[in-house]
Protein backbone atom coordinates (compact mmCIF):
# COMPACT_ATOMS: atom_id res chain seq x y z
CA UNK A 1 0.00 0.00 0.00
CA UNK A 2 3.22 2.54 0.90
CA UNK A 3 4.73 1.83 -2.46
CA UNK A 4 1.37 2.77 -4.34
CA UNK A 5 1.28 6.14 -2.61
CA UNK A 6 4.78 6.92 -3.50
CA UNK A 7 4.12 5.75 -6.90
CA UNK A 8 0.70 8.05 -6.89
CA UNK A 9 3.01 10.68 -5.87
CA UNK A 10 5.78 10.38 -8.20
CA UNK A 11 3.02 10.78 -11.36
CA UNK A 12 1.27 13.71 -10.46
CA UNK A 13 4.92 15.09 -9.62
CA UNK A 14 5.96 14.33 -13.09
CA UNK A 15 3.04 15.11 -14.24
CA UNK A 16 2.88 19.03 -13.05
CA UNK A 17 6.29 19.28 -14.24
CA UNK A 18 5.21 18.39 -17.65
CA UNK A 19 2.54 21.07 -17.64
CA UNK A 20 4.84 23.69 -16.21
CA UNK A 21 7.31 23.48 -18.84
CA UNK A 22 4.60 23.54 -21.78
CA UNK A 23 3.39 26.48 -20.40
CA UNK A 24 6.97 28.26 -20.10
CA UNK A 25 7.26 26.55 -23.88
CA UNK A 26 3.66 28.63 -25.11
CA UNK A 27 5.09 32.05 -23.05
CA UNK A 28 8.21 31.92 -24.37
CA UNK A 29 7.51 30.99 -28.29
CA UNK A 30 5.80 34.40 -30.30
CA UNK A 31 2.79 34.24 -32.30
CA UNK A 32 3.40 34.03 -36.30
CA UNK A 33 2.01 36.69 -37.77
CA UNK A 34 3.07 37.09 -41.74
CA UNK A 35 3.11 40.57 -43.26
CA UNK A 36 0.91 40.62 -46.69
CA UNK A 37 3.12 41.55 -49.39
CA UNK A 38 1.34 44.87 -50.91
CA UNK A 39 2.17 47.87 -53.86
CA UNK A 40 1.92 50.90 -52.80
CA UNK A 41 1.47 54.65 -54.25
CA UNK A 42 3.10 58.04 -52.72
CA UNK A 43 0.26 60.74 -53.00
CA UNK A 44 1.35 63.73 -55.09
CA UNK A 45 -0.81 66.88 -55.85
CA UNK A 46 -1.39 67.05 -59.60
CA UNK A 47 -1.41 70.76 -61.29
CA UNK A 48 -2.76 71.53 -64.88
CA UNK A 49 -5.47 70.88 -66.92
CA UNK A 50 -7.56 67.79 -65.96
CA UNK A 51 -9.99 65.93 -68.61
CA UNK A 52 -13.23 64.76 -66.70
CA UNK A 53 -14.90 61.78 -68.63
CA UNK A 54 -18.63 60.81 -68.97
CA UNK A 55 -21.09 58.61 -70.40
CA UNK A 56 -23.59 60.01 -72.43
CA UNK A 57 -26.50 59.67 -74.91
CA UNK A 58 -27.57 60.97 -78.59
CA UNK A 59 -30.31 62.89 -78.70
CA UNK A 60 -31.88 65.05 -81.98
CA UNK A 61 -31.06 68.16 -82.57
CA UNK A 62 -35.30 69.09 -82.91
CA UNK A 63 -37.94 66.43 -83.09
CA UNK A 64 -41.55 67.61 -84.18
CA UNK A 65 -44.66 64.99 -82.82
CA UNK A 66 -47.01 64.77 -85.90
CA UNK A 67 -50.83 63.13 -84.96
CA UNK A 68 -54.21 63.66 -87.14
CA UNK A 69 -56.74 66.35 -85.65
CA UNK A 70 -59.93 64.39 -86.42
CA UNK A 71 -60.91 61.08 -86.36
CA UNK A 72 -60.54 59.22 -88.91
CA UNK A 73 -59.93 55.70 -91.49
CA UNK A 74 -56.15 56.24 -92.77
CA UNK A 75 -56.95 55.49 -96.23
CA UNK A 76 -52.59 56.42 -97.46
CA UNK A 77 -49.73 55.92 -95.57
CA UNK A 78 -46.62 57.44 -97.88
CA UNK A 79 -43.90 57.19 -95.59
CA UNK A 80 -41.97 54.88 -93.68
CA UNK A 81 -39.38 54.81 -90.69
CA UNK A 82 -35.92 56.52 -92.32
CA UNK A 83 -36.86 58.06 -95.09
CA UNK A 84 -36.50 61.62 -95.77
CA UNK A 85 -39.27 64.50 -95.76
CA UNK A 86 -39.37 67.73 -97.06
CA UNK A 87 -41.42 70.77 -95.28
CA UNK A 88 -45.46 70.31 -96.64
CA UNK A 89 -44.79 66.91 -97.82
CA UNK A 90 -47.76 64.92 -97.84
CA UNK A 91 -47.37 62.05 -95.12
CA UNK A 92 -51.18 60.28 -94.63
CA UNK A 93 -54.33 60.54 -95.34
CA UNK A 94 -57.66 59.89 -94.17
CA UNK A 95 -60.69 58.90 -95.64
CA UNK A 96 -62.32 62.05 -96.31
CA UNK A 97 -66.18 61.65 -97.37
CA UNK A 98 -67.59 62.38 -94.46
CA UNK A 99 -65.66 65.46 -94.06
CA UNK A 100 -66.01 66.36 -97.99
CA UNK A 101 -70.07 65.99 -97.53
CA UNK A 102 -70.21 68.20 -94.20
CA UNK A 103 -68.27 70.83 -96.05
CA UNK A 104 -70.64 70.85 -98.98
CA UNK A 105 -73.63 70.84 -96.90
CA UNK A 106 -72.16 73.89 -95.32
CA UNK A 107 -71.15 75.74 -98.68
CA UNK A 108 -75.14 74.90 -99.80
CA UNK A 109 -75.91 76.44 -96.47
CA UNK A 110 -73.91 80.07 -97.27
CA UNK A 111 -74.98 80.01 -100.62
CA UNK A 112 -78.80 79.64 -99.46
CA UNK A 113 -77.79 82.97 -96.59
CA UNK A 114 -76.14 84.95 -98.92
CA UNK A 115 -78.85 84.82 -101.56
CA UNK A 116 -81.16 85.91 -98.97
CA UNK A 117 -79.00 88.81 -97.65
CA UNK A 118 -78.63 90.00 -101.49
CA UNK A 119 -82.28 90.00 -102.08
CA UNK A 120 -83.49 91.05 -98.45
CA UNK A 121 -80.93 93.67 -97.68
CA UNK A 122 -82.17 96.10 -99.79
CA UNK A 123 -86.24 95.54 -98.86
CA UNK A 124 -83.98 97.09 -95.28
CA UNK A 125 -82.81 99.57 -96.60
CA UNK A 126 -86.15 101.39 -98.42
CA UNK A 127 -87.93 100.02 -94.71
CA UNK A 128 -90.16 97.31 -96.22
CA UNK A 129 -88.17 94.94 -93.67
CA UNK A 130 -88.20 94.50 -90.02
CA UNK A 131 -84.89 95.43 -88.13
CA UNK A 132 -85.45 92.08 -86.68
CA UNK A 133 -85.74 90.16 -89.67
CA UNK A 134 -82.86 91.73 -91.22
CA UNK A 135 -80.83 90.83 -88.05
CA UNK A 136 -82.09 87.53 -87.93
CA UNK A 137 -80.98 87.58 -91.58
CA UNK A 138 -77.28 88.74 -90.80
CA UNK A 139 -76.48 86.24 -88.49
CA UNK A 140 -77.62 82.80 -90.44
CA UNK A 141 -75.17 84.56 -93.15
CA UNK A 142 -72.09 84.48 -90.09
CA UNK A 143 -73.03 81.19 -89.06
CA UNK A 144 -73.08 79.77 -92.38
CA UNK A 145 -69.81 81.53 -92.85
CA UNK A 146 -68.32 79.83 -89.39
CA UNK A 147 -69.70 76.21 -90.61
CA UNK A 148 -68.29 76.68 -93.74
CA UNK A 149 -64.43 77.53 -91.94
CA UNK A 150 -65.22 74.62 -89.46
CA UNK A 151 -66.19 72.17 -92.62
CA UNK A 152 -63.09 73.28 -94.63
CA UNK A 153 -60.55 73.24 -92.05
CA UNK A 154 -61.68 69.12 -90.89
CA UNK A 155 -61.67 67.97 -94.56
CA UNK A 156 -57.83 69.69 -94.88
CA UNK A 157 -56.87 68.02 -91.50
CA UNK A 158 -57.66 64.58 -93.19
CA UNK A 159 -54.28 65.28 -95.11
CA UNK A 160 -51.01 64.93 -92.88
CA UNK A 161 -48.31 67.27 -93.70
CA UNK A 162 -44.88 67.84 -92.38
CA UNK A 163 -44.42 71.12 -91.17
CA UNK A 164 -40.59 70.65 -91.55
CA UNK A 165 -37.78 68.61 -93.28
CA UNK A 166 -35.95 66.03 -91.84
CA UNK A 167 -36.25 62.26 -91.42
CA UNK A 168 -38.80 59.67 -90.25
CA UNK A 169 -37.87 58.57 -87.20
CA UNK A 170 -40.91 56.74 -86.04
CA UNK A 171 -43.97 56.11 -87.82
CA UNK A 172 -46.78 53.67 -85.73
CA UNK A 173 -49.47 54.03 -88.40
CA UNK A 174 -51.13 51.98 -90.72
CA UNK A 175 -53.73 51.75 -93.86
CA UNK A 176 -57.08 51.03 -92.26
CA UNK A 177 -56.36 51.68 -89.06
CA UNK A 178 -58.54 54.08 -87.20
CA UNK A 179 -56.71 57.39 -85.98
CA UNK A 180 -57.35 59.04 -83.03
CA UNK A 181 -57.40 62.74 -82.56
CA UNK A 182 -54.03 63.86 -81.40
CA UNK A 183 -52.77 60.60 -80.64
CA UNK A 184 -49.07 60.90 -82.04
CA UNK A 185 -48.57 59.07 -84.92
CA UNK A 186 -45.22 60.40 -86.29
CA UNK A 187 -41.94 61.90 -85.21
CA UNK A 188 -39.73 63.83 -87.59
CA UNK A 189 -36.24 64.47 -86.22
CA UNK A 190 -33.25 66.58 -87.56
CA UNK A 191 -30.32 65.00 -87.23
CA UNK A 192 -27.72 67.13 -89.19
CA UNK A 193 -26.51 68.24 -85.54
CA UNK A 194 -26.77 66.03 -82.46
CA UNK A 195 -26.73 66.56 -79.09
CA UNK A 196 -24.68 64.14 -76.37
CA UNK A 197 -26.87 64.16 -73.54
CA UNK A 198 -24.57 64.11 -70.37
CA UNK A 199 -25.87 63.64 -66.53
CA UNK A 200 -23.47 65.70 -63.95
CA UNK A 201 -23.67 65.44 -60.86
CA UNK A 202 -24.23 68.45 -58.15
CA UNK A 203 -20.56 68.54 -57.01
CA UNK A 204 -19.12 69.13 -60.51
CA UNK A 205 -21.60 71.10 -62.55
CA UNK A 206 -20.26 74.52 -61.30
CA UNK A 207 -16.83 73.65 -63.20
CA UNK A 208 -19.14 73.32 -66.47
CA UNK A 209 -19.74 76.67 -68.86
CA UNK A 210 -21.24 77.19 -72.12
CA UNK A 211 -19.23 76.94 -74.71
CA UNK A 212 -16.64 74.45 -73.48
CA UNK A 213 -15.06 72.15 -75.43
CA UNK A 214 -15.87 68.51 -75.45
CA UNK A 215 -14.15 65.47 -77.43
CA UNK A 216 -17.09 62.92 -78.33
CA UNK A 217 -16.50 59.24 -78.95
CA UNK A 218 -19.46 57.10 -80.80
CA UNK A 219 -18.86 53.41 -79.81
CA UNK A 220 -20.87 52.14 -82.38
CA UNK A 221 -19.00 53.86 -84.62
CA UNK A 222 -15.80 52.65 -83.76
CA UNK A 223 -14.97 55.14 -81.51
CA UNK A 224 -15.50 57.80 -83.99
CA UNK A 225 -13.73 61.40 -82.50
CA UNK A 226 -16.23 64.47 -83.49
CA UNK A 227 -15.58 68.01 -81.48
CA UNK A 228 -18.39 69.78 -79.98
CA UNK A 229 -19.02 72.42 -77.33
CA UNK A 230 -21.77 73.08 -74.34
CA UNK A 231 -24.49 74.29 -75.47
CA UNK A 232 -27.26 74.25 -72.74
CA UNK A 233 -26.87 73.32 -68.92
CA UNK A 234 -29.73 71.92 -67.11
CA UNK A 235 -31.31 74.18 -64.28
CA UNK A 236 -33.10 71.33 -62.44
CA UNK A 237 -31.58 68.31 -60.59
CA UNK A 238 -33.09 65.14 -61.04
CA UNK A 239 -34.29 63.87 -57.82
CA UNK A 240 -33.42 60.92 -57.45
CA UNK A 241 -29.98 60.75 -58.66
CA UNK A 242 -29.14 64.72 -57.91
CA UNK A 243 -27.67 65.08 -61.51
CA UNK A 244 -28.36 67.95 -63.85
CA UNK A 245 -28.69 67.46 -67.65
CA UNK A 246 -26.12 69.01 -69.91
CA UNK A 247 -26.08 68.82 -74.28
CA UNK A 248 -23.00 69.08 -75.89
CA UNK A 249 -24.45 70.00 -79.24
CA UNK A 250 -22.18 68.99 -82.59
CA UNK A 251 -22.55 68.62 -86.50
CA UNK A 252 -23.79 64.97 -87.74
CA UNK A 253 -23.03 65.86 -91.38
CA UNK A 254 -23.20 62.12 -92.92
CA UNK A 255 -26.01 61.28 -90.48
CA UNK A 256 -24.12 58.34 -88.84
CA UNK A 257 -24.81 58.52 -85.51
CA UNK A 258 -28.49 57.98 -84.57
CA UNK A 259 -30.31 59.00 -81.67
CA UNK A 260 -30.39 56.50 -78.89
CA UNK A 261 -26.70 55.63 -79.53
CA UNK A 262 -24.43 55.62 -75.99
CA UNK A 263 -21.24 58.32 -76.64
CA UNK A 264 -17.80 58.63 -73.77
CA UNK A 265 -17.65 62.60 -73.58
CA UNK A 266 -14.62 63.73 -72.41
CA UNK A 267 -14.51 67.56 -71.11
CA UNK A 268 -11.60 69.94 -70.84
CA UNK A 269 -11.33 71.97 -67.64
CA UNK A 270 -10.74 75.70 -69.00
CA UNK A 271 -8.01 76.85 -66.19
CA UNK A 272 -5.02 74.85 -64.83
CA UNK A 273 -6.05 73.08 -61.53
CA UNK A 274 -4.33 71.20 -58.65
CA UNK A 275 -6.68 67.71 -57.19
CA UNK A 276 -4.98 65.07 -55.33
CA UNK A 277 -6.08 61.81 -56.72
CA UNK A 278 -5.39 58.11 -56.66
CA UNK A 279 -5.77 54.87 -58.73
CA UNK A 280 -9.53 53.83 -58.96
CA UNK A 281 -8.54 50.43 -57.90
CA UNK A 282 -7.03 51.85 -54.49
CA UNK A 283 -10.37 52.55 -53.28
CA UNK A 284 -12.48 50.65 -51.27
CA UNK A 285 -16.05 50.18 -49.68
CA UNK A 286 -16.70 49.29 -46.35
CA UNK A 287 -19.74 47.67 -44.92
CA UNK A 288 -21.85 50.83 -44.79
CA UNK A 289 -21.06 52.13 -48.23
CA UNK A 290 -18.14 54.76 -46.78
CA UNK A 291 -15.16 54.63 -49.48
CA UNK A 292 -11.35 54.20 -47.36
CA UNK A 293 -8.23 53.19 -48.69
CA UNK A 294 -5.57 51.62 -46.41
CA UNK A 295 -2.43 53.90 -45.69
CA UNK A 296 0.82 52.07 -44.81
CA UNK A 297 2.31 53.36 -41.12
CA UNK A 298 5.35 51.87 -39.46
CA UNK A 299 4.80 48.62 -41.50
CA UNK A 300 0.98 48.80 -40.90
CA UNK A 301 -1.63 49.06 -43.40
CA UNK A 302 -4.26 51.89 -41.61
CA UNK A 303 -7.41 52.49 -43.09
CA UNK A 304 -8.57 55.61 -43.76
CA UNK A 305 -12.23 57.26 -44.81
CA UNK A 306 -12.01 59.58 -47.88
CA UNK A 307 -14.05 61.16 -49.31
CA UNK A 308 -13.66 60.67 -53.44
CA UNK A 309 -14.56 63.84 -56.32
CA UNK A 310 -14.34 63.32 -59.94
CA UNK A 311 -13.32 60.41 -62.14
CA UNK A 312 -9.98 62.21 -63.81
CA UNK A 313 -7.93 60.48 -66.41
CA UNK A 314 -5.25 59.85 -63.07
CA UNK A 315 -7.64 58.27 -61.28
CA UNK A 316 -10.25 59.34 -58.73
CA UNK A 317 -10.03 62.52 -56.71
CA UNK A 318 -9.66 62.87 -52.99
CA UNK A 319 -11.58 65.61 -51.74
CA UNK A 320 -10.82 64.75 -47.92
CA UNK A 321 -9.38 62.52 -46.08
CA UNK A 322 -5.41 62.53 -47.51
CA UNK A 323 -2.55 64.48 -47.71
CA UNK A 324 0.28 64.63 -49.68
CA UNK A 325 3.12 62.31 -49.15
CA UNK A 326 0.48 59.29 -48.01
CA UNK A 327 1.93 55.72 -49.07
CA UNK A 328 -1.19 54.43 -50.32
CA UNK A 329 -1.76 50.75 -50.88
CA UNK A 330 -2.75 49.77 -54.78
CA UNK A 331 -2.06 45.94 -54.98
CA UNK A 332 -2.68 43.42 -52.03
CA UNK A 333 -5.05 45.87 -49.91
CA UNK A 334 -8.19 42.75 -50.76
CA UNK A 335 -5.92 40.67 -48.12
CA UNK A 336 -5.64 43.50 -45.88
CA UNK A 337 -7.47 44.12 -42.10
CA UNK A 338 -6.91 47.64 -40.36
CA UNK A 339 -3.65 47.37 -38.68
CA UNK A 340 -2.33 44.40 -40.71
CA UNK A 341 1.23 43.57 -40.86
CA UNK A 342 2.45 44.81 -44.47
CA UNK A 343 5.78 44.37 -46.84
CA UNK A 344 6.03 46.83 -49.20
CA UNK A 345 7.47 44.99 -52.42
CA UNK A 346 7.94 48.20 -54.35
CA UNK A 347 9.35 50.36 -52.01
Not at 79 to 86: A, H, K, T
Request: one cysteine or more; proline letters at 3%; glycine letters at 8%.
Amino acid sequence: MRTKSILAILILMGASLTLVACSESTAQKPLNKTAVNVEVTVIKEITGKQEISYSGTIEESESVSLSFAVLGRISKVLISEGDMVQEGQLLAELDDQIYRSTYEMAQAALAQAEDADKRLTPMYKNGNLPEIKYVEIQTGLLKAKAAVAIARKNLDECMLLSPTSGIVGRCSMDQGMNALPNVVSIDIVKIQKVYAMVAVSENEIDSINLGQKAVIAVGALGDERHEGVVEKIGVMANPLSHTYKIKIGFENSSRQIKPGMICNVVLAQNGPTTRVCVPIRAVLVDEIGSNFVYVVKDDKAVKQHIETGRILKTGIEITKGLSVGAHVVVTGQQKLVDQSLVHVINR
